[in-house]
Nanobody, 123 residues
Framework: QVHLVESGGGLVQPGGSLRISCQAS????????LAWFRQAPGKERELVAS???????KYASSVTGRFTISRDNAKNTAYLQMDNLKPEDTAVYYC?????????????????WGQGTQVTVSS
């Protein structure tokens, strides 16, 4: 069982930046994906960005150009750099681990989830 711990959330003003981290332990599959999801109050959880162990990254259209996902395989850690934050980015951000290069909320959901970290964008 892969254990995920998120950190780095907080309160930031609109237009500001924040970086959140996901530390993973217990990864055994060489080909895997770490992904960031978010869930705002009253809304469904959505995929924000994902990155494979090979470095392939994908983004939701709502964050393309503002968010950057990266990972350090030696540290089993994924990062989400969030720039030009907007109030609609306010949500609990969850890290997910998938045992393949496919990772989504449909047919290939994460096998493991972190506890989530709150990101609030407000003036």
């Amino acid at each position: 069982q892969v254990h995920l711990v998120e950190s780095g959330g907080g309160l930031v003003q609109p237009g500001g930046s924040l970086r959140i981290s996901c530390q993973a332990s217990g990864i055994y599959f060489t080909r895997n994906t770490l992904a960031w999801f978010r869930q705002a109050p009253g809304k469904e959880r959505e995929l924000v960005a994902s990155i494979t162990s090979g470095g392939g990254a994908k983004y939701a259209s709502s964050v393309t150009g503002r968010f950057t996902i990266s990972r350090d395989n030696a540290k089993n850690t994924a990062y989400l750099q969030m720039d030009n934050l907007k109030p609609e980015d306010t949500a609990v951000y969850y890290c997910g681990y998938c045992q393949s290069y496919r990772c989504n909320l449909g047919s290939d959901p994460p096998e493991s989830w972190g506890q989530g970290t709150q990101v609030t964008v407000s003036s």
